[in-house]
């Protein structure tokens, strides 16, 4: 049975890890997190998982809800009507039951059922390839232990620029490493808010009045839309581009925190700062990719695919942030060209070689 090596635990790298455990593949997942999700991480807030990003789902999210009914959890999907301010327009969003975390926690059960293993606070800093085409991925663990792991497929779901770093000791060629290396990336700074109230009943503003400068780009009232969850409170989320060369973005939590609720404020000068039941601040790197290859680069070297949301295509008439469905596309595209290749080689045989350093 041949040994897959995934890389990151966020939505690729489960669907990845679901895929290939379920079609036989010895599979280990190696997330340099604490936790699953990546983008689509969840925390805990009154009785109720909710994502540290605000997310939702739209009716042409067609790949990704055909996932959810592969699962059995397509009735914890509910649709809710969405006032959109600053397109002035209703949409229809789609939420889980629980949160997001719904469909991770089912999709680790069913990897870990199927015999895979998930591997957290595991940082993978080197992967390289042996004379006999196998390949090694070194990895941190948060106590500093170094690991090896042997596979013969290896999928990474990072960013492109972190697989460039990774992946320095690999034959690939410079065209390939410079193209992958050229995508860039937009940051995103996310305050979330667990308010007493809300002031409008909008689920997204896009547009602030004008003369007013506000740090962050978007509001989501997430609980304006989907009112049925006890989270103990009102959620709210402040999302804002911040370049990394942005004082900004090296401030501490606290310091943001404070300068976007001064700037939400101005908008809503009734809100007071006891409305505040808690926050959490995410910054977020590589959130957003600003395009798109022009060329094919999912599989720079044979058997290591690199299954990255900047290599998914976007509309520009559409918000980049929209890539759920385009990454599980392209997770499903990938796991299937695996196991075409690995019937057609007829697999190796040996057991994951771990071996501590
Ligand atoms: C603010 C925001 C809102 C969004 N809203 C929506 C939405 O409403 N609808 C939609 O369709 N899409 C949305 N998206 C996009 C969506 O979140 C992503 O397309 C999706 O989550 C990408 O999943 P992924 O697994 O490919 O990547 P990620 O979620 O980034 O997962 C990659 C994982 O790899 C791990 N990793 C990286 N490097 C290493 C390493 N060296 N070693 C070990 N682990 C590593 C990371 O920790 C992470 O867990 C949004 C994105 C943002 C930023």
């Not at 990546?38 to 042409?60: D, Q, V």
């Not at 320095?168 to 109230?197: E, V, W």
């Not at 690199?306 to 499903?332: G, H, K, W, Y």
Request: aromatic residues 10%.
């Amino acid at each position: 049975m041949s040994k897959v090596c995934i890389i990151g635990a966020g939505l690729s790298g489960l669907l990845c890890g679901m895929r290939l455990s379920k079609a036989g593949f010895e599979v280990i997942i190696l997330e340099q997190l604490t936790y699953p999700g990546g983008l689509l991480a969840s925390t805990h807030l009154g009785g109720e998982y909710i994502e540290l990003l605000p997310h939702h789902l739209r009716r042409t999210d067609k790949a990704l809800l055909s996932v959810t009914k592969e699962l059995g959890i397509d009735g914890k999907v509910k649709w809710y009507d969405a006032f959109w301010y600053g397109l002035a327009s209703r949409k229809k969003v789609g939420y889980f039951e629980g949160g997001f975390a719904t469909l991770f926690n089912l999709m680790i059960q069913t990897i870990t059922d199927n015999g895979g293993k998930i591997m957290y606070s595991t940082s993978v800093s080197e992967i390289t390839k042996k004379d006999d085409g196998t390949y090694v991925t070194s990895c941190v663990l948060s106590d500093s232990r170094k690991y090896e792991i042997e596979s013969r497929y290896v999928v990474f779901t990072g960013s492109c620029r972190t697989f460039v770093n990774v992946s320095h000791g690999l034959p690939m060629s410079m065209n390939m490493r410079d193209q992958l290396m050229n995508l860039t990336y937009q940051s995103r700074i996310c305050l979330a808010l667990l308010m007493k109230k809300l002031p409008s009943d909008a689920y997204i503003q896009l547009k602030f009045p004008a003369n007013t400068e506000t740090p962050f780009a978007r509001i989501v009232n997430h609980s304006a839309c989907i009112k049925d969850r006890n989270y103990g409170g009102q959620v709210l989320y402040l999302v804002g581009k911040c370049q990394i060369s942005d004082p900004l973005w090296v401030e501490s939590d606290q310091k943001i925190m404070e300068e976007y609720f001064r700037a939400y404020r101005k908008l809503y000068p009734l809100i007071k700062k006891s409305d505040i039941k808690s926050w959490r601040l995410t910054k977020v790197r590589y959130a957003v990719s600003e395009q798109f290859p022009e060329t094919d680069l999912t599989e720079p070297l044979d058997n290591i695919f690199v299954c990255s949301s900047a290599l998914t295509s976007f509309s520009t008439q559409e918000t980049p942030e929209n890539r759920m469905d385009r990454i599980t596309l392209l997770a499903n595209s990938i796991c299937t060209k695996i196991i075409e290749k690995d019937q057609s080689d007829n697999g190796h045989q040996e057991d994951f070689i771990v071996t501590a350093l």
